[in-house]
Protein backbone atom coordinates (compact mmCIF):
# COMPACT_ATOMS: atom_id res chain seq x y z
CA UNK A 1 0.00 0.00 0.00
CA UNK A 2 0.96 3.78 0.31
CA UNK A 3 2.22 4.11 -3.24
CA UNK A 4 2.58 7.25 -5.34
CA UNK A 5 3.23 7.62 -8.72
CA UNK A 6 4.82 10.87 -10.79
CA UNK A 7 4.71 11.57 -14.27
CA UNK A 8 6.73 11.99 -16.35
CA UNK A 9 9.61 9.94 -15.44
CA UNK A 10 12.09 11.92 -17.17
CA UNK A 11 11.45 15.41 -19.14
CA UNK A 12 13.84 17.20 -21.92
CA UNK A 13 12.87 20.93 -22.42
CA UNK A 14 14.21 24.03 -24.69
CA UNK A 15 14.31 27.43 -22.35
CA UNK A 16 11.76 29.33 -21.72
CA UNK A 17 9.11 26.67 -21.76
CA UNK A 18 7.07 25.49 -18.85
CA UNK A 19 6.88 21.87 -17.57
CA UNK A 20 4.30 20.17 -15.78
CA UNK A 21 4.72 17.55 -13.35
CA UNK A 22 1.93 14.91 -11.99
CA UNK A 23 2.30 13.17 -8.59
CA UNK A 24 -0.55 11.02 -7.86
CA UNK A 25 -1.27 8.39 -4.68
CA UNK A 26 -2.75 5.41 -6.06
CA UNK A 27 -4.17 4.15 -3.05
CA UNK A 28 -4.87 6.11 -0.43
CA UNK A 29 -5.88 10.18 -0.11
CA UNK A 30 -3.28 12.80 0.47
CA UNK A 31 -4.07 14.96 2.90
CA UNK A 32 -1.08 16.68 2.17
CA UNK A 33 2.14 16.54 -0.54
CA UNK A 34 5.00 17.60 -0.26
CA UNK A 35 7.73 19.02 -2.96
CA UNK A 36 11.32 18.25 -2.88
CA UNK A 37 14.33 19.25 -5.43
CA UNK A 38 17.71 17.27 -5.84
CA UNK A 39 20.64 18.42 -7.41
CA UNK A 40 23.63 15.84 -8.02
CA UNK A 41 24.98 15.11 -4.70
CA UNK A 42 22.97 16.85 -2.59
CA UNK A 43 20.52 16.31 -0.17
CA UNK A 44 16.18 16.42 -0.95
CA UNK A 45 15.57 20.26 -0.47
CA UNK A 46 11.94 20.70 0.32
CA UNK A 47 10.35 23.14 -2.41
CA UNK A 48 6.72 23.44 -1.26
CA UNK A 49 3.96 21.67 1.16
CA UNK A 50 1.05 21.58 -0.47
CA UNK A 51 -2.61 20.44 1.35
CA UNK A 52 -5.61 19.80 -0.54
CA UNK A 53 -7.88 22.62 -1.14
CA UNK A 54 -5.55 25.05 -0.20
CA UNK A 55 -2.39 27.45 -1.84
CA UNK A 56 0.73 25.52 -1.01
CA UNK A 57 3.12 26.67 1.51
CA UNK A 58 6.53 27.37 -0.37
CA UNK A 59 9.23 27.22 1.29
CA UNK A 60 12.13 30.57 1.77
CA UNK A 61 13.76 30.96 -1.14
CA UNK A 62 11.71 29.22 -3.37
CA UNK A 63 9.69 31.51 -6.08
CA UNK A 64 6.09 30.48 -6.10
CA UNK A 65 5.10 32.26 -8.89
CA UNK A 66 8.20 30.07 -11.16
CA UNK A 67 6.95 26.84 -9.49
CA UNK A 68 3.15 26.97 -9.49
CA UNK A 69 1.42 23.97 -7.42
CA UNK A 70 -2.15 22.90 -7.24
CA UNK A 71 -3.12 20.21 -5.16
CA UNK A 72 -6.94 19.94 -6.34
CA UNK A 73 -7.54 16.54 -5.98
CA UNK A 74 -6.91 14.08 -2.57
CA UNK A 75 -4.98 12.01 -4.78
CA UNK A 76 -3.55 14.74 -7.37
CA UNK A 77 -0.62 17.19 -7.04
CA UNK A 78 0.75 19.28 -9.63
CA UNK A 79 3.83 21.21 -9.85
CA UNK A 80 4.57 23.56 -12.79
CA UNK A 81 8.02 24.79 -13.53
CA UNK A 82 7.41 27.92 -15.42
CA UNK A 83 10.11 29.40 -18.13
CA UNK A 84 12.36 26.68 -16.72
CA UNK A 85 15.54 27.73 -17.26
CA UNK A 86 19.00 25.28 -17.53
CA UNK A 87 19.35 25.94 -13.68
CA UNK A 88 16.46 24.07 -12.85
CA UNK A 89 17.40 20.89 -14.35
CA UNK A 90 17.19 18.66 -11.50
CA UNK A 91 15.60 15.80 -10.02
CA UNK A 92 11.96 16.90 -8.70
CA UNK A 93 10.21 14.46 -6.12
CA UNK A 94 7.01 14.37 -4.26
CA UNK A 95 5.80 12.73 -1.41
CA UNK A 96 2.74 11.79 0.20
CA UNK A 97 1.22 11.41 3.85
CA UNK A 98 -2.16 11.65 5.17
CA UNK A 99 -3.68 13.28 8.44
CA UNK A 100 -2.14 11.81 11.33
CA UNK A 101 0.54 10.23 9.05
CA UNK A 102 3.91 10.93 10.01
CA UNK A 103 5.77 9.07 7.05
CA UNK A 104 6.01 10.48 3.82
CA UNK A 105 5.48 8.34 1.07
CA UNK A 106 7.76 9.28 -2.34
CA UNK A 107 7.32 9.17 -6.10
CA UNK A 108 9.34 7.84 -8.43
CA UNK A 109 11.12 11.29 -9.33
CA UNK A 110 11.05 13.16 -12.41
CA UNK A 111 14.37 14.04 -13.75
CA UNK A 112 14.38 17.38 -15.78
CA UNK A 113 16.80 18.88 -17.94
CA UNK A 114 16.49 22.00 -19.20
CA UNK A 115 18.60 23.06 -22.67
CA UNK B 1 25.20 24.59 12.05
CA UNK B 2 22.83 22.48 9.84
CA UNK B 3 19.38 21.26 11.08
CA UNK B 4 20.38 17.41 10.59
CA UNK B 5 23.92 16.55 10.04
CA UNK B 6 25.58 12.78 8.96
CA UNK B 7 28.97 12.66 7.85
CA UNK B 8 28.81 11.95 4.09
CA UNK B 9 30.75 9.02 4.33
CA UNK B 10 31.91 7.18 2.18
CA UNK B 11 31.03 4.46 4.57
CA UNK B 12 32.97 0.91 3.50
CA UNK B 13 32.07 -2.02 5.47
CA UNK B 14 32.85 -5.69 4.17
CA UNK B 15 29.94 -8.38 3.52
CA UNK B 16 28.78 -9.72 6.40
CA UNK B 17 29.66 -6.52 8.55
CA UNK B 18 27.73 -4.17 10.68
CA UNK B 19 27.34 -1.16 9.69
CA UNK B 20 26.99 2.19 11.63
CA UNK B 21 25.38 5.32 10.34
CA UNK B 22 25.00 8.46 12.50
CA UNK B 23 22.97 11.71 12.65
CA UNK B 24 22.49 14.66 14.62
CA UNK B 25 19.96 17.35 14.65
CA UNK B 26 19.19 20.59 16.06
CA UNK B 27 15.87 21.10 17.10
CA UNK B 28 14.89 19.76 20.50
CA UNK B 29 11.16 19.77 19.23
CA UNK B 30 11.86 17.03 16.79
CA UNK B 31 9.07 14.31 17.10
CA UNK B 32 10.21 11.91 14.79
CA UNK B 33 13.02 10.18 13.07
CA UNK B 34 13.27 8.40 9.94
CA UNK B 35 15.78 6.69 7.70
CA UNK B 36 15.79 6.37 4.12
CA UNK B 37 17.66 4.56 1.58
CA UNK B 38 18.49 5.65 -1.65
CA UNK B 39 20.21 4.07 -4.27
CA UNK B 40 21.63 6.45 -7.45
CA UNK B 41 19.17 7.52 -9.56
CA UNK B 42 15.82 6.68 -7.49
CA UNK B 43 13.70 8.27 -4.78
CA UNK B 44 14.57 7.18 -1.25
CA UNK B 45 12.49 4.79 0.26
CA UNK B 46 11.81 4.46 3.77
CA UNK B 47 13.95 1.73 5.75
CA UNK B 48 12.17 2.09 9.60
CA UNK B 49 11.13 5.33 11.66
CA UNK B 50 11.31 5.75 15.50
CA UNK B 51 9.41 7.63 18.09
CA UNK B 52 10.68 6.63 21.04
CA UNK B 53 13.95 6.81 23.11
CA UNK B 54 15.95 3.06 22.63
CA UNK B 55 15.94 0.73 20.26
CA UNK B 56 14.11 -0.34 17.39
CA UNK B 57 14.51 -3.23 15.39
CA UNK B 58 13.12 -4.65 12.18
CA UNK B 59 15.22 -7.53 10.58
CA UNK B 60 18.75 -6.81 9.89
CA UNK B 61 17.95 -2.42 10.67
CA UNK B 62 18.26 -0.94 13.79
CA UNK B 63 17.44 2.51 14.73
CA UNK B 64 18.71 4.14 18.14
CA UNK B 65 17.46 7.58 19.29
CA UNK B 66 18.90 9.50 22.30
CA UNK B 67 16.76 12.51 22.38
CA UNK B 68 18.80 14.04 25.09
CA UNK B 69 21.98 13.94 23.01
CA UNK B 70 19.82 14.86 19.54
CA UNK B 71 21.37 11.76 18.45
CA UNK B 72 19.87 8.86 15.99
CA UNK B 73 21.88 5.96 14.58
CA UNK B 74 20.72 2.92 11.88
CA UNK B 75 22.88 -0.25 12.46
CA UNK B 76 22.60 -2.76 9.68
CA UNK B 77 23.84 -6.13 10.71
CA UNK B 78 25.08 -8.58 7.90
CA UNK B 79 26.09 -6.00 5.22
CA UNK B 80 25.04 -6.92 1.75
CA UNK B 81 26.30 -5.41 -1.20
CA UNK B 82 22.61 -4.74 -2.11
CA UNK B 83 22.64 -2.28 1.07
CA UNK B 84 24.92 0.02 -1.18
CA UNK B 85 23.33 3.08 -1.58
CA UNK B 86 23.03 6.65 0.30
CA UNK B 87 21.24 6.40 3.63
CA UNK B 88 19.05 9.77 4.44
CA UNK B 89 18.21 10.79 8.13
CA UNK B 90 15.38 12.41 7.98
CA UNK B 91 13.47 14.64 11.48
CA UNK B 92 10.21 15.76 11.59
CA UNK B 93 9.11 18.39 13.52
CA UNK B 94 5.10 18.89 14.82
CA UNK B 95 4.87 20.85 12.05
CA UNK B 96 4.78 17.54 9.96
CA UNK B 97 7.89 19.15 7.76
CA UNK B 98 10.51 16.83 7.24
CA UNK B 99 14.21 18.15 7.19
CA UNK B 100 17.31 15.83 5.91
CA UNK B 101 20.95 15.37 6.32
CA UNK B 102 22.80 15.56 3.90
CA UNK B 103 23.12 11.38 3.65
CA UNK B 104 26.15 8.73 3.91
CA UNK B 105 26.96 6.87 1.40
CA UNK B 106 27.60 3.56 2.43
CA UNK B 107 29.80 0.69 0.35
CA UNK B 108 29.56 -2.90 0.90
CA UNK B 109 32.62 -5.19 -0.77
CA UNK B 110 32.12 -8.39 -1.41
Known amino acids: GAVVSQHPSRVICKSGTSVKIECRSL??????MFWYRQFPKQSLMLMATSNEGSKATYEQGVEKDKFLINHASLTLSTLTVTSAHPEDSSFYIC???????????FGPGTRLLVL | QKEVEQNSGPLSVPEGAIASLNCTYSDRGSQSFFWYRQYSGKSPELIMF????GDKEDGRFTAQLNKASQYVSLLIRDSQPSDSATYLCAVNTNAGKSTFGDGTTLTVKP
Open chain 2, 50 to 53: IYSN
Open chain 1, 95 to 105: SANWQGQETQY
Open chain 1, 27 to 32: DFQATT
